[in-house]
C-alpha cells in the first residue's frame, strides 16, 4: 500500500503564499500520475494540477494557471504545490493523490486517482 501525507497547510492572507508538500512511502510500484484535489465546503473535490512519473508532462486547472505550480523531487517521494497569488476562493483542504496504471490523457477524477492523502487546510483571507 502507498501512504501519502500532506503538509504545509494553514491560514495565509489574499495574495500570499504557501508551498504544500505531499510525502509518499511504502511505494512498489511506479506511480504514473500525481496529482493535486481541493475540496471546498458543499462543493464537489475538483482537480488542480498533475505531474507524470518522469516529470515530462505537467497540467494545470484553468483556475490556477499562472499562480499554482506543481513539482517533484528527483527521487520521485515528495510532490509540491507551490500556490502564489492565493485568493480567498482558493480556501480548501488540499489533498494529493496517487495513480499507479498508465493512462494515456490527463486524468482529472478523483475515480482516476488509487490512493490519496489525507488532505490539509489551506485558508485565504480577505
Known amino acids: 500500500q502507498v501512504q501519502l501525507v500532506e503538509s504545509g497547510g494553514g491560514l495565509v492572507q489574499a495574495g500570499g503564499s504557501l508551498r504544500l508538500s505531499c510525502a509518499a512511502s511504502?511505494?512498489?510500484?511506479?506511480?504514473?500520475?500525481m496529482g493535486w484535489f481541493r475540496q471546498a465546503p458543499g462543493k464537489e473535490r475538483e482537480f488542480v494540477a498533475a505531474?507524470?512519473?518522469?516529470?515530462?508532462?505537467?497540467f494545470h486547472a484553468d483556475s490556477v494557471k499562472g499562480r499554482f505550480t506543481i513539482s517533484m523531487n528527483n527521487a520521485k517521494t515528495t510532490v509540491y504545490l507551490q500556490m502564489n497569488s492565493l485568493k480567498p476562493e482558493d480556501t480548501a483542504v488540499y489533498y494529493c493523490?496517487?495513480?499507479?496504471?498508465?493512462?494515456?490523457?490527463?486524468?482529472?477524477?478523483?475515480?482516476?486517482?488509487?490512493?490519496w492523502g489525507q488532505g490539509t487546510q489551506v485558508t485565504v483571507s480577505s
Open positions: 505531474i507524470n512519473w518522469s516529470g515530462s508532462s505537467i
Open positions: 493523490a496517487a495513480r499507479e496504471s498508465f493512462i494515456a490523457t490527463t486524468p482529472r477524477g478523483p475515480k482516476d486517482y488509487d490512493y
Open positions: 511504502g511505494r512498489t510500484f511506479i506511480s504514473y500520475v
